[in-house]
């Protein structure tokens, strides 16, 4: 996919991913990738530093607890990745539907 | 090569740095690829092509982690930045303020001392070797007998004085003009002779103690002698009653020398004729005086020309247009509208002998205004008027 309509997507990703329960990095990535058919394979220098940027802005909060003998970082949204979250859905849900409209229309015209 | 010990490759502590954030970003990356790890490992793979694997996919762990440092330390690093750069200008800052305090300090202790050392000099009485006594001798070229009568003119300050000094003093019958007692400075001094003549400016240095100076001068056994001469305008046709005709009149030789002084003569005069007078109007003022401050007082006074005898040139005429900004006769009330040079009416002669008579007769050319033309620079005038209030 072009690097440049995915400005902002990764966010958007990792927040619905969150939105579903906490979770942590490597699931995350895992989640993302199962969910898009294997077409967004989210790389580890991409997904932290969004996780680490979105924590710094408070829409998500971390905890820390043990699993299989190690230290696990858990995300989960706060009230305003909350909104966060809802904002940038439906924001895409109006971007599909209108790149929609205009690829339909051009098909149909053809 | 699996990595060991991510936190070991990040960048020296920094003070501002979270305690825990250095462990937070290795844990945090170790069970992403413990847990990646584990995984290649559930598919099947070999422990050595997992790790493979994983890295392949994850890339260089030590970078990314060094990535997640500074992005957590970039705010803190700016603000101490900043930080920084607000002090350095505040140190800047508070020696600028020092510097102008103590330059402003310094002028105050200079101006307090110079006040202080006036006072003392106010008080304390002036010691009489400090002064000089001034004597101009005057003598006439040639005989060098006591020129009588003639006038010197002081003008400067003293080296512990602020306001400038002037003095006259006139030759008495030895010919001496005293001036004393002078405080040491630089001055600057005119002699002139009772009918006019003066010398250019003279620079003097006085020094404590007696000064003299010996100033030859014109050994003229007698004042020139008064013409009575004649002026007479001539205007071409019928002219508009506000115009005049000023004429200025010039010694044709107005300087000589006499040893290493120049002298001048300052015995020229203006005519001005006014066809709005009863009769021909004459005005006299000293030669190079500011225009503006001749005084048309004296129309309608009898058409003669008091002067001396002497041979003139007549250096400029002008056209005159009388303004209605000022009432009376004076220079204020007349505006220039031409100015030509006068040699083309040649010189005059003017001679205690006989009263000659000169007729100056004006370009048609030059003293031709219609009554437009007028009446264009009379509104010119009102709005030079109404912007000026």
Not at chain 2, 32 to 39: C, G
Not at chain 2, 49 to 61: E, S
Not at chain 2, 270 to 295: C, F, I, M, Y
Request: glycine share 8%; net charge negative.
């Amino acid at each position: 996919m072009d690097s440049r309509l995915l400005w902002g997507i990764v966010e958007m990703l990792v927040l619905d991913v969150v939105s579903r329960g906490q979770s942590y990095g490597y699931e995350i990535s895992q989640q993302v990738t199962a969910q898009s058919a294997g077409y967004f394979d989210l790389k580890e220098g991409s997904l932290y530093p969004a996780l680490h940027r979105l924590e710094r802005h408070g829409l998500l909060a971390a905890t820390w607890a043990e699993a299989d003998g190690r230290r696990r970082k858990y995300y989960k949204l706060t009230t305003a990745g909350k909104k966060a979250h809802a904002a940038k859905t439906a924001e895409w849900a109006r971007f599909v539907a209108g790149v929609s409209g205009v690829l339909g229309g051009a098909s149909g015209v053809a | 090569m699996w990595p060991e010990s991510l936190s070991s490759n990040l960048p020296p502590p920094h003070a501002d740095e979270p305690v825990s954030l250095r462990q937070d970003i290795a844990d945090e990356l170790a069970d992403h690829l413990a847990a990646a790890l584990q995984d290649q490992r559930l598919r099947g793979a070999d422990e050595s092509t997992a790790r493979q694997l994983v890295l392949q996919r994850f890339g260089d762990p030590s970078q990314v982690a060094q990535q997640l440092w500074v992005d957590a330390m970039k705010e803190p690093i700016m603000r101490q930045r900043a930080l920084l750069v607000l002090a350095a200008l505040l140190v800047v800052g508070v020696f600028a303020a020092n510097g102008l305090a103590w330059m402003a300090f310094r002028q105050l202790r200079e101006s307090n001392a110079a006040l202080v050392a006036r006072l003392e000099g106010f008080s304390a009485p002036r010691s009489p070797v400090e002064s000089a006594d001034l004597t101009f001798e005057l003598v006439k070229e040639g005989s060098g007998a006591p020129a009588v009568g003639y006038g010197v003119e002081l003008l400067g300050s003293a080296v512990d004085a602020d306001s400038p000094l002037t003095l006259e003093q006139t030759s008495d019958a030895r010919g001496h003009a005293r001036f004393g007692p002078i405080r040491p400075g630089s001055y600057t001094y005119w002699v002139s002779a009772p009918w006019k003549w003066r010398t250019e400016r003279q620079g003097l240095a006085i020094l404590a103690g007696q000064t003299a100076r010996r100033i030859e001068c014109p050994p003229n056994p007698k004042p020139p002698q008064e013409s009575h001469a004649k002026i007479n305008v001539v205007w071409p046709g019928e002219l508009n009653e506000r115009l005049a005709l000023a004429c200025e009149f010039v010694p044709s030789t107005p300087r000589f020398s006499i040893g290493d002084v120049t002298w001048t003569k300052a015995t020229g005069f203006r005519v001005v004729r006014d066809l709005n007078g009863k009769s021909p109007a004459t005005v006299q003022g000293p030669h190079g005086s500011d225009r503006d401050e001749w005084l048309l007082g004296r129309f309608a006074e009898p058409p003669t020309q008091e002067m001396d005898a002497d041979t003139y040139d007549l250096a400029t005429f002008s056209v005159l247009r009388r303004t209605g900004r000022q009432d009376g006769p004076t220079r204020a009330g007349y505006q220039t509208i031409f100015q030509g040079e006068g040699s083309i009416f040649g010189q005059f002669a003017a001679t205690a002998a006989d009263e000659a008579v000169w007729t100056i007769e004006v370009p048609a050319h030059i003293a031709t205004f219609s009554e437009r033309e007028l009446e264009a620079m009379d509104k010119e005038e009102r709005v030079d008027s109404a912007g000026d209030r």
